[in-house]
């Protein structure tokens, strides 16, 4: 789908490559323990922080300056039809850290997740306008490739979808798509590399012929990580991958979310308070289809500066 | 009084009874002042049903008992003994007799039968009036019995419920009798088959010639009865030629259609292609034999095929083909789109492109559903007769040549059972034969395209 009114925003900084930053050193397993009580004397809002790794506040660079931001959206609208989902949502997704959007049903936060690598091409009548960059390209615009936005910014769904194949197929389908793998043993190297990142290849390593759909609910949800990372992408977005998932299997995506952080920018839609609070940097609040406030996610949930806010994260709506 | 009447007369009571059962419900929820277990209708549909069910099964049984009872007290009549004792001459004058009886017929060929017709139809009215009284005095009663139950704790909802489900089973049922009932009549006259000709060469005879003689010099007269050149030429023209033709089309336009296509134009070609379902078999037939079989004959001879015929495989399968394409394409289009939606998101979203997602995601996902799809396809055409009977041939050839001609079971049937036929031929039961044959393949057929297609059913259920 072509973007019929693209805004006039020249990109603001130049092209630099983006720059690492090593996140080994905070790959530490989020206590949940935490979440199950939240203070309830305190009438301010509950959610607790405070164990969120530590991310030293002078690596994060501010939000709206410091370094390039992996994706922008400036000023982004979608219409499905004559009706409006999204209204003028602009956002800067950054490498390395995670980017949770939440807010409650129907406020667009999917419909924008899903504008980030244009898989809202897929339906007939939605249409979309603003820009959104990747490195300072704009892949709203109908010279983009989807299929190489695509292999750049992959996607993990809100209900595991591996394909009717065997564990390796599923795996594999990215880079033989894409022709990342030569011949046989790179792809088996791919493959194999994928999954561990995925925390599945212990699981799986003796069974990678079985068919995917075999697997349990999380470990489908993580083949459905180790594929889309085996394109290695430069983007995930995660459309509340654990929304289908019990609490253990949860534990493990958020876990294995905060280990790939230092490797991929990361977009995860929750309806999860306590779930962004835990594995995100970034807090974006949509409502209504606007972004209402966007911010570092211990300030969301400790110091809220719009109203709306408050009101959805002490759970007064949503 | 016929039957006929009393059947009227039951309707009758019935209504009646609709009547009294609801006009007494009422009279009892105002004089009870209490609410009754079940509303006013179904208290009168409880009282019609109790009416009209049991009488109806009573005729419905009395009517082949009645015939029996006609004939013998016909036969055990003075006019009755004096017939001849031949059984076959004693039916067609008792069969004459009945024609005159029923005014179908001025006079009988045989003097007996005229003399016999008086007879009959004084024993058929005697019977069917005091079959018809029985039966409307049964409704009586049962319409009585049913109107004097009721009473404000009376559950005739349910009783009613109870009927219906019953009228629901027995529905049913018959298609599941009828199916048995042919079964039967195919096989036994096919044991009369087998006793005349031996069931192996039948199954493995590589000779099909079933001209028997009439007399024992008869000469060309071999009687040859081996199925093997029809079931190869139904197969190569069902399931071969046709296919060939049919799932490649079927499929293909499935995939633009539900893949593709533009709402608009989809709204357009489908109702179109589904057009060639309606067509009858009988079009198809001279499409075939006047139009496509004369242009696959100088193509054949074009291409150096001496032994093209007029009347060949291709013709006949690739028609066939053609009309089953609605077909492939309807259970196609019905077994991808049962895919998932997020199995093909999950396919875009790793940066495939729309036919990668079909190759590689959609088609594998929807194999098991195609394939069951196709194997009916198979079972609908190599049932199929018209086509065959039009433009296949006659001669029962053993040969893979596309040009030349081959005849298929139906079509053998069709040639067999055509004319007069005396029913003690091997020649007229071998038609029966094939018939099983045929119906026990398709039915496999069947059978393992429903299970293929409910098991791929569950998978994303």
Known sequence: MDMKEKMPITPTTPVTPSAAIPAAAHREAPSFADDAEPDMTDSAPRIDVSHQP?????????????????????????????????????IKIYDDLVT???????????????????????IPTARVTGRIALDDEDITSSSMDVVQLRARVGMVFQKPNPFPKSIFENVAYGPRI???????????????????RAGLWEEVKDRLQESGTALSGG?????????????????????????????????????????LRGRYAIAIVTHNMQQAARVSQRTAFFHLG??????????????????RTTDYITGRYG | MSLGLAFVAILAVALAAAWLGYARAR?????????????????????????AIPALLLIAAWAPMQSRLVDQTVLSSPEGKALPAFEMQRESILSEAREIAHGDREAGFNPESTTLAPRIRAAEQRYALFGGLIAIAVALATAAFAVRRSNPQFRARTGVERWVMGLLFAASLIAILTTLGILLSLMFESLRFFRLYPVQSFLFGLEWSPQTALRADQAGSSGAFGSVPLMWGTFFIGAIIAMVVAVPLGLMSAIYLTQYAHARVRAWLKPILEILAGIPTVVYGYFAALTVAPAVRDFGLAIGVSSASSESALAAGSVMGVMIIPFVSSMSDDSIAAVPQAMRDGSLAMGATKSETIRKVLLPAALPGVMGGILLAVSRAIGETMIVVMAAGLAANLTANPFASVTTVTTQIVQLLTGDQEFDSAKTLAAFALGLALFLITLLLNLIALHIVRKYQEQYE
């Open chain 1, 290 to 307: 606007e972004l209402v406030e966007y911010g570092k996610t211990s300030e969301i949930f400790t110091n809220p500066r719009m109203q």
């Open chain 1, 219 to 259: 470990q489908q949800q993580r083949l459905c990580i180790a594929r889309a990372i085996a394109v290695d992408p430069e983007v995930i977005l995660m459309d509340e991958p654990c929304s289908a998932l019990d609490p253990i299997a949860t534990a493990k995506i958020e876990e294995l979310i905060h280990e």
């Open chain 1, 100 to 122: 949770a959007f939440i807010g409650p049903s129907g406020c667009g936060k999917s419909t924008f997740l899903r504008c980030l690598n244009r898989m809202n091409d897929t």
């Open chain 1, 178 to 196: 894409h022709g990342l793998a030569t011949n046989k043993v790179e792809l088996q190297e791919i493959v194999e590399k994928s999954l561990r």
């Open chain 1, 54 to 90: 530590n991310i030293e506040e002078a690596s994060v660079p501010d939000l709206d300056t410091g370094r390039d931001p992996k994706m922008r959206a400036d000023e982004v609208s979608v219409f499905y039809g004559e009706k409006q989902a999204l209204k003028d949502v602009s």
């Open chain 2, 27 to 51: 009279r009892l929820r105002a004089s009870s002042g209490s609410r009754l277990h079940s509303l006013p209708v179904y208290h009168g549909a409880h009282a019609a049903l109790w009416a």
